[in-house]
């Protein structure tokens, strides 16, 4: 079946625009992830979604972070004023529930704050 | 709080040479362990896993053992390929969580 979907798969924007990253996660999993991922780097999470609710969103760097997922299915992570320092490329991953379960994960959508 | 650590690389090997990456976990309770890699240009994928102590992952001919005594999941290949030349990233799950802690990744380069 289709895996995870991010779009776009890259985004050019200058500092201090808004930004809207999309996930499709797959068909019937209920937790979804998004991390980010600096050059060289591991990923870091962010926030983690389980149905339309944020259980967990401990990694967001700051409050012009914000992500929602209003259906259950699609998320959307959200980045308001941005910075230089917001260029990563950010993974999305779901799981079909929580705990220890395998997470797939996207390709990313590549983020360039000029 | 929970980290990975694993070895820097890059590791340069010869085709058919025997591969080792170590990883080491900090973690309070009993974490479920993680390989993932990532081939040029593609997203990461699981490798293999392990959920308890002494649990083998085994895939693709790679394996990793979950050694509760010395926080280790070492990740082995007895002989590896060209088309093995990825980042590896090691990465823990704990139950009562449910976000991947991730190492810093460890990008191996087979020659022919």
């Known amino acids: 079946g289709a895996g995870v979907s991010q779009t776009p798969s890259n985004k050019v924007t200058e500092k201090g625009k808004y930004v809207e990253l999309r996930c499709d996660p797959i068909?019937?999993?209920?937790?979804l992830y998004w991390y980010r991922q600096s050059l060289g780097q591991g990923p870091e999470f962010l926030i983690y979604f389980q149905g339309t609710g944020a259980a967990d969103d401990s990694g967001l760097p700051n409050d012009r972070f914000f992500a929602v997922r209003p259906e259950g299915s699609v998320s959307t992570l959200k980045i308001q004023r941005t910075e230089r320092g917001d260029s990563a490329v950010y993974l999305c991953?779901?799981?079909?529930?929580?705990?220890?379960?395998?997470?797939?994960f996207g390709p990313g959508t590549r983020l360039t704050v000029l | 709080g929970d980290s990975v650590t694993q070895m820097e690389g890059p590791v340069t090997l010869s085709e058919e040479a025997f591969l080792t990456i170590n990883c080491t976990y900090t973690a309070t309770g009993y974490p479920s362990l993680f390989w993932y890699v990532q081939y040029p240009g593609e997203g990461l994928q699981l490798l293999l896993k392990?959920?308890?102590?002494?649990d083998k992952g085994s895939n693709k001919g790679f394996e990793a053992t979950y050694r509760k005594e010395t926080t280790s999941f070492h990740l082995e290949k007895g002989s590896v390929q060209v088309s093995d030349s990825a980042v590896y990233f090691c990465?823990?799950?704990?139950?009562?969580?449910?976000?991947?802690?991730f190492g810093g990744g460890t990008r191996v380069l087979v020659k022919p």
């Open positions: 392990a959920t308890k102590a002494d």
């Open positions: 991953a779901s799981s079909l529930m929580k705990g220890t379960d395998t997470q797939y």
């Open positions: 068909s019937g999993h209920t937790a």
């Open positions: 990465a823990l799950n704990k139950a009562a969580g449910n976000k991947l802690t």
